[in-house]
């Protein structure tokens, strides 16, 4: 990040700051339900009112169609929520870019704080439209982008303005670039990653990036079916892709070549469909049987990557081992999310996405070292490409 200016070296006082934010959270009935992502941004925006800079704030929310408003996408909730945690009135605009979103960003003092409408209200976001970057522009004097969640998207909010206006990086997004690239540049080790997830094809880029890093690496969830087919193993009815089964046999050629230790499930728990009431029967991965389906990873796999895991000096984590989200198939992740808590030696960094609501489900956030908002921006950076909206600031 030496390369981009912090808002350490903003004087923002009396400015109208437009900032970057990533405000994309649950809302039910109305309300937010989790305002994780809004109290990650906190430092920065309380760092632009303590110095009596007027703050703008745009992020975007869901997806909505890009043809103008719509209700159950509204961050109309998410300016009321941000007001109850700052204990000051936050100012909201009915619009984007329009003549609500002008006039309220005009009329602002020194220490207040303007949520403008969904950004992808408007088609011309996601197409970093230049006329809409001016647009946004317009609402402000300085750029902050704080929205690490956002940085793998070249959209208007994220790279056209940057370019528009002096541009600054949030201590949101300083911290997950130094935080992510450094434990990939030089980890502590032994280095443990832990990939889970459905598919080969979506984390073949990770996979191949962190073996050139990794001491070991575990693999778990869906994908690990197409790995055991690579090793000749039968999987019954398990998620597998075809197409991909020679390259994941060249990973593991691969990780024996270069010394790393592949880990895949020894067992599993599989079963006749996938439903929660399902008939579960937990079985070696050379006896899966041909009509069951291996929905998580088996209690003697669970063993043997809570000992990989225990001898850590690094661990990153992104995917579950299993489909968490049912309770019949929660066991694995959460004992992989129970050894990674418990060793509180290692440094501990969880890679955005399902691994985030994994940990936050089975109240272990806090035993966390790092846990990082952006799940496609962490996977992208982990993979060495260059994130637009980290790269726009530059």
């Not at 006082?13 to 992502?37: M, Y």
């Not at 969830?221 to 193993?233: D, E, P």
């Not at 846990?371 to 530059?394: D, F, R, Y």
Request: aromatic residues 6%.
């Amino acid at each position: 990040m030496s390369d981009i200016k912090s808002i350490d070296s903003l004087d923002a006082a009396g400015k109208r700051v437009l900032v970057r934010v990533d405000f994309n959270v649950p809302i039910k009935e109305g309300v937010v339900s989790d305002d994780t992502r809004i109290r990650a941004a906190l430092p920065t925006i309380e760092r632009l009112l303590s110095q009596g800079a007027r703050v703008i704030l745009m992020s975007h929310r869901g997806r909505p169609s890009g043809t103008g408003y719509e209700p159950e996408f509204s961050l109309e909730p998410v300016a009321a929520k941000l007001a109850e945690i700052l204990g000051r009135e936050v100012f909201f605009a009915a619009d984007t870019v329009g003549e609500d979103a002008l006039a309220k960003a005009s009329a602002l003092q020194d220490g207040q704080v303007l949520l403008i409408e969904n950004l992808r209200f408007d088609k011309r976001e996601k197409k970093n439209d230049p006329a809409f970057c001016e647009e946004l522009a317009a609402l402000g004097e300085v750029y902050v982008n704080d929205a690490f969640g956002t940085a793998h998207r070249a959209h208007a909010s994220t790279a056209g303005v940057a370019a528009l206006l002096p541009a600054y990086a949030g201590y949101l997004m300083q911290r997950e670039v130094s935080t992510l690239t450094g434990m990939l540049d030089s980890p502590k080790r032994p280095f443990v990653a832990i990939l889970g997830g459905s598919k080969v094809s979506d984390k073949i880029k990770v996979i191949d990036a962190l073996m050139d890093k990794a001491d070991v690496l575990i693999i778990g969830g869906g994908m690990c079916f197409t790995f055991l087919l690579a090793q000749g193993k039968a999987v019954g009815a398990s998620l597998k892709e075809e197409d991909w089964v020679e390259r994941a046999a060249g990973m593991l050629r691969k990780a024996e070549e270069k010394g790393v230790k592949l880990l895949l499930p020894v067992d599993v728990v599989c079963a006749d469909k996938f439903a929660e009431d399902a008939n579960t029967v937990t079985v070696s991965v050379d006896a899966i049987p041909e009509d069951m389906m291996g929905l998580d990873i088996g209690p003697e796999t669970e063993a043997l990557y809570a000992e990989a895991i225990a001898e850590a000096s690094s661990v990153f984590w992104n995917g579950p081992m299993g489909v968490f989200e049912m309770k019949a198939f929660e066991h694995g992740t959460k004992a992989v999310a129970l050894a990674v808590a418990e060793n509180q030696d290692a440094d501990t960094i969880i890679g955005g996405g399902d691994s985030v609501a994994a940990v936050n489900k089975f109240d272990l956030a806090d035993k966390m070292t790092f846990i990082s908002t952006g799940g496609g921006a962490s996977m992208e950076l982990v993979q060495g490409e260059a994130l637009p909206g980290v790269e726009a600031l530059k």
